[in-house]
């Protein structure tokens, strides 16, 4: 049996102590670059970074001084924060994963970080991703069992904040990539509604996909980091409770969607749901996604095609530097037509009215699925399949991935919840029903 390394941090309490003074900045950063020093070799969680402990010493020194008072000091102050390595931080280089030279992927900060920053969080530096945030990994290990994968392509931000490092880190999602490595590490993840986060700052994977999420220990600390990061919060919703997002009715994508989870992922889901039910919450079998065939291909093909025109640049000078398997995505994307992209966006479309339409029709406030097909998969050479959050990443809805439950082999599995279009607060809020019935965590 492997040893565990997931010892995860609570977001909340932690901004809280900070806030009123304790621990002090100096002594939180000596604690945390000692963790890293102590952890990250086992897990491979950040990009290493020579003269980390100087920096944040220094930036530390600059906030304590900005903010003397504890009544004056912004919520994320002192907070340390992981950041996806294709997101750009003002004075860390963006290597995205990759071999090409950092100084070609260089760009302005990132609104992202903008925003954390000003809300006092000290970036504790780049989270591994896969090349690109594709599919060819990283080293990261999973913290619950080191040789297995922690998921993809926002392996570090899963994986260091299961292991503890830091209480909040900073993923992307094209497909499945902040739901399904929340899920492998046992943490929650939060992927908002599409374009609720800017993406300026960040290298493009399919701009028609891309979206900024979080992982956190807990729901708490998901709404906490969503009310900073996201536009136009309206936070009553959240603040007001469970009771203020009302007692959801849920529905479950019965059909070929579903039957693509593993037999014992299913087992663990129909639990979770029998005990969503003894707690009082309605549940709602529906076919909804009848070709779920033709959405994965119409992903694929948007998806490819983005990818090879983002690249277009940067492949014809380095294509020798690029992993074989972003490669491949590369070079079958420029086969791809412009008028078939089209097609699949308008076909979107449509999947979005009838989505909409179906969801209304039979009262559904939030939707179930597991958040992956299983647990994490054995080895580094993968970071697991993505299709459990394919149709809501073509849809851009807002989803989060909950602890919930665990296989045979104790690799931690999620229960994923999406909401409606522009809904998170409310999703947030009703999903804290399905936390509190779920135990809070896996």
């Known amino acids: ?221 998901a709404a906490l980091a969503a009310a900073l990061l996201c536009d136009d919060w309206r936070g009553d919703d959240w603040r007001g409770g469970p009771a203020a997002g009302g007692r959801p009715v849920l529905g479950v994508p019965d059909g070929a969607y579903l039957e693509r989870a593993e037999p014992a992922a299913l087992r663990v889901f129909e639990e979770s749901l029998e005990r969503l039910a003894q707690a009082g919450l309605t549940v709602r079998r529906v076919p909804l996604f009848p070709d779920f065939a033709g959405i994965t291909r119409q992903l694929q093909t948007i998806n490819r095609f983005e990818l090879a025109r983002g690249h277009a640049d940067w ?11 972003t490669a491949a995505s590369i070079r079958v994307g420029q086969g791809v037509a412009a008028e078939d992209r089209a097609a699949a966006l308008q076909a979107r479309e449509r999947l979005r009215e009838r989505a909409a339409r179906a969801t209304a029709e039979v009262g559904v406030d939030l939707w179930l699925a597991p958040s992956a097909t299983g647990g994490a998969p054995e080895g580094l050479h993968t970071t697991g399949d993505a299709v459990m959050s394919l149709p809501w990443s073509y849809l851009g809805l807002p989803a989060l991935s909950l602890p919930a439950g665990r296989t045979a082999e104790g690799l931690p599995l999620g229960l994923q919840v999406v909401g409606a279009a522009g809904g998170d607060e409310r999703l947030l809020a009703q999903a804290a029903f399905l936390e509190g019935a779920l135990g809070g965590k896996a």
């Open 1 to 221: 049996m492997e040893q565990p390394l997931a010892r995860p941090r609570s977001l909340t309490r932690e901004a809280a102590g900070l806030r009123s003074g304790v621990p002090g900045l100096s002594e939180h950063v000596d604690r945390f670059c000692g963790l890293v020093e102590r952890v990250d070799p086992l897990i491979h969680a950040f990009v290493p970074e020579p003269g980390r402990h100087e920096r944040l010493r220094a930036q530390a020194r600059a906030l304590a001084a900005r903010y003397p008072e504890p009544a004056g000091r912004p919520p994320l102050y002192g907070v340390t924060v992981g950041v996806k390595d294709i997101v750009h931080v003002d004075g860390l280089p963006t290597h995205g994963g990759s071999a090409l030279p950092p100084g070609v992927l260089a760009g302005p900060q990132a609104v992202v970080v903008d925003r954390l920053r000003a809300a006092g969080a000290l970036v504790a530096g780049k989270t591994v991703t896969a090349e690109f945030a594709a599919s060819a990994p990283g080293p990261t290990r999973n913290p619950h069992h080191p040789g297995h994968t922690p998921g993809g392509s926002s392996s570090g931000s899963a994986a260091a904040v299961a292991a503890g490092l830091v209480p909040l880190a900073v993923g992307t999602q094209t497909v499945g990539s902040v739901i399904r490595p929340a899920a492998y590490c046992g943490v929650v993840g939060f992927r908002p509604t599409y374009g609720r986060i800017p993406m300026a700052g960040v290298i493009p994977n399919a701009p028609s996909f891309d979206t900024l999420g979080v992982f956190t220990a807990d729901l708490a600390g």
């Open 315 to 325: 492949f014809a000078r380095f294509g020798g530097l690029y992993r074989p398997e």
